[in-house]
């Protein structure tokens, strides 16, 4: 699987994005689907995920009630509808993959990542 994420900038505080994320691959939608992102000089963080087939989701608790991931299985996509958003959401946000149902918030368990795509929110 190889994904490709797109949609990041700069916006203010409370403005809202939504990062794309397209992936080749006939099958994609039997994998979990995942949003993490990363601050400068901070590790990788859990943002959001989605399992496959059945597509529940989960969040950091940061992002809940103002981020929303979902999928497209016709467009082989995963979005992340980003409301409200903070400066402290600045980060580069990858988007991720694994061949598997559960939607792991360990980004050490995701086997397929995209490029990244940088969203910088000012106050």
């Known amino acids: 699987v190889q994904l490709q994420a797109s949609g990041g900038g700069l916006v203010q505080a409370g403005d809202s994005l939504r990062l794309s994320c397209a992936a080749s691959?006939?099958?994609?939608?039997?994998?979990?689907a995942g949003w993490f992102r990363q601050a400068p000089g901070k590790g990788r963080e859990f943002v959001a995920a989605?399992?496959?087939?059945?597509?529940?989701?989960r969040y950091a608790d940061s992002v809940k009630g103002r981020f929303t991931i979902s999928r497209d299985i016709a467009k082989n996509t995963v979005f992340l509808q980003m409301n409200s958003l903070k400066p402290e959401d600045t980060a580069v946000y990858y988007c991720?993959?694994?061949?598997?149902?559960?939607?792991?918030?360990?980004?050490?368990?995701?086997?397929?990542w995209g490029q990244g795509t940088l969203v910088t929110v000012s106050s």
């Open positions: 991720a993959a694994r061949e598997s149902y559960y939607a792991n918030s360990d980004y050490q368990k995701w086997g397929y």
């Open positions: 989605i399992t496959g087939y059945d597509e529940n989701t």
């Open positions: 691959g006939r099958t994609f939608s039997r994998y979990a």
